[in-house]
């Protein structure tokens, strides 16, 4: 990322090289034991009588909930995600139900905005891109759904989303009852150039919504159709009977409709980096050509997929190797997949939770 310079913390361990399988769980339980084994023992012992509250932080598409959900495959129920945006979607759904719920009572107390709580909650209802939420009515909602976790370790995923919004998070734990406890920025640098690649070539099941990217995560199977000359992915949910999945209208054009919210997502970085007297953890999801071999192991590089069609046998053949992208300095580089990253993450983490 431009204007920052983000430390670069390897995996590298002493001993013989594993090449792990990192899509599959069970192989990824055994790679973080051997990898942050010790560090997870300590967290988990921490998390046993204590909580802590972290604010991700990343421009969009940059893998905020990857590493959250891998988080809780590590520690289970004793860390929560509470993703902004969903929760507003989650409250905007479920209205009916939502606002006759003890949360939403919580709410109605905690609310405190420069316009009436039925103003806010008419913007809620019309969703409009022109009217936004104030930020104090997504605090309150932010606030009562935590309040509604009990005594879990928080990552806050969404706040801040707006230059107004850095104060808030500063004292939010305050707010929270979370007095007692560290709270702390996670911070993730993703190249322009990976986020306009996940973009580029991510397609979507129209029957169940979910995603896949025919370049860097493909299904099971991959099916090849002769006359339009083009692979498609065939999605992995066996409700969907392999149902073709395809590419999402604008995806094509990759970063270039999201360029204002991604460079307001780099300001609020950039700000928020300048902050002094709380911690911050600090993530690079990619790392240059040339210092690679030291640092990482060839199985923590995100893969790229190469598709060639055998006429003979009639199969999709799909290859694979290490993904290069240009890091925003224009430096070669590959691209880290997820689990690297969190461990970058966790061997950071026990500083910061002054854990000894």
């Known amino acids: ?3 920052l310079e983000f430390p670069l913390v390897g995996t590298k361990i002493p001993g013989p090289i594993i090449k792990y399988d990192l ?9 973080f034991e051997a990898k942050v084994g010790k560090e997870i023992a300590a967290i988990s012992k921490y998390l046993k009588s204590n909580t802590f509250m972290a604010f991700l932080l990343g421009k969009k598409n940059s893998g905020k ?4 959900s891998l988080l809780r495959e590590i520690f289970g129920d004793k860390i929560a995600t509470v993703a902004v945006g969903d929760l507003v979607r989650e409250v905007h759904k479920n209205w009916e139900t939502y606002s006759s719920s003890v949360e939403y009572t919580q709410v109605k107390k905690l609310y405190r905005g420069y316009i009436s709580l039925k103003e806010a909650e008419n913007r809620l209802h019309s969703r409009s891109t022109t009217t936004l939420l104030p930020s104090e009515y997504i605090l309150a909602l932010l606030k009562a759904r935590i309040a509604s976790l009990g005594k879990k370790a928080v990552i806050i995923d969404g706040l801040p989303r707006d230059i107004d919004q850095i ?3 500063l004292f939010f734990r305050d707010l929270a009852n979370y007095r007692d406890d560290p709270d702390f920025f996670v911070m993730i640098d993703t190249p322009m150039s990976v986020i306009d690649e996940r973009i580029k070539y991510r397609v979507v099941c129209l029957k169940c919504n979910s995603s896949k990217n025919t370049k860097l995560n493909i299904t099971q199977e991959i099916e090849y159709d002769s006359q339009a000359k083009k692979f498609y992915l065939l999605c992995d949910n066996p409700d969907c009977n392999k149902n073709r999945m395809v590419p999402k209208e604008g995806d094509s054009l990759g970063i270039v409709p999201i360029s204002a919210r991604l460079e307001k997502d780099e300001r609020i970085l950039l700000q928020v980096f300048k902050l002094h007297g709380i911690s911050k953890v600090l993530l ?3 790392v240059s050509v040339s210092e690679a071999e030291n640092y990482f192991d060839e199985c923590e590089l995100t893969p790229e997929y190469v598709l060639n069609w055998d006429a003979k046998k009639s199969i999709v053949k799909v290859g694979k190797k290490p993904w290069t992208i240009k890091d925003d300095s224009g430096v070669e580089s590959y691209s880290l997949s997820a689990p690297a990253v969190v461990v970058s993450l966790l061997r950071q983490l026990p500083k910061v939770l002054q854990i000894h």
């Open 23 to 31: 899509a599959n769980v069970a192989v990824r339980k055994k790679y």
């Open 65 to 68: 909930g990857t590493y959250s």
């Open 1 to 3: 990322m431009k204007g």
């Open 284 to 286: 690079r999801n990619h």
């Open 167 to 169: 104060s808030y998070s």
